[in-house]
């Protein structure tokens, strides 16, 4: 080997080895920066991943808590706006004073200013207007409802069945709203019959004009028996005062819907549900 060869293989060498330095370096280096990614990833990851499961685990509750405060009501305790339908009874020892509105009529006694000039405006514009149902005793209702059962039973049906029969004949007693003293069944002059027609009477059509400025509405309006529970009955008015009448008439709704309560229909596909299933739990203990 020359001088001349040994430099240049020198030369060779060190430039090799400069080489696979810088590519070892360059290699760490990489690694380390991959690394380091994938450690930032997994970091991120961590991270991220309990945020979102957290994320959804609120948001089901929320759900739950939404679904939740839809099945609960909550009524308002005002005594104008006291809710009595098939779903929801009168209160135990609901107290009540009453008022005499003559022909042996009474009335809850706040609202007997309102119902007094309620007539004599009527009066005043030449209609005449006359209370057929008032305030009915709870007692009086439970006797009616008994007899009715009774009869049933007499007939041969179970007391299930003839309880059921009777319900839709007479009002299951505390389920009337004329417990309460603020509901009214009002004829005209000309027409005394509780029936559809009326609602052709000027007796009927001066109410609805003017019944909200008394603080009454039309208590089961045509086409919403599904939330009321009661059919059609343009004849039946009830006292909520004036600011809720107001309310009530201008948004074109029912007291269930002001009020905040479920349809009459749905309370009462529930109650249905509940029995059912209390009976296969009764069934189910039997056999057990
Ligand atoms: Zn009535």
Known sequence: MTRRQKKRLLALTGSLAIVICAGMVLGTVYAQAVEQEQQEEAAVQKIVLPDVLEEETLESTE???????EEEEHLPEDWNLILVNRTHPIPENYQVELKNIGSGHQIDARAYDDFRAMIQAAKREGVYIYVTSSYRDLDKQTDLYNKKVESYVMQGYSYESARKQAGQVVAVPGTSEHHLGLALDIVSSEYRKLDEKQEETKGFKWLTEHSWEYGFILRYPNGETDITGIIYEPWHFRYVGLEAAKEITEAGITLEEYVGAKPVSEGLAELEEQEKQEK??????LYR
């Open 63 to 69: 759900e739950l808590e939404a679904e939740r405060t």
């Open 280 to 285: 296969q739990e009764k069934l189910k203990s």
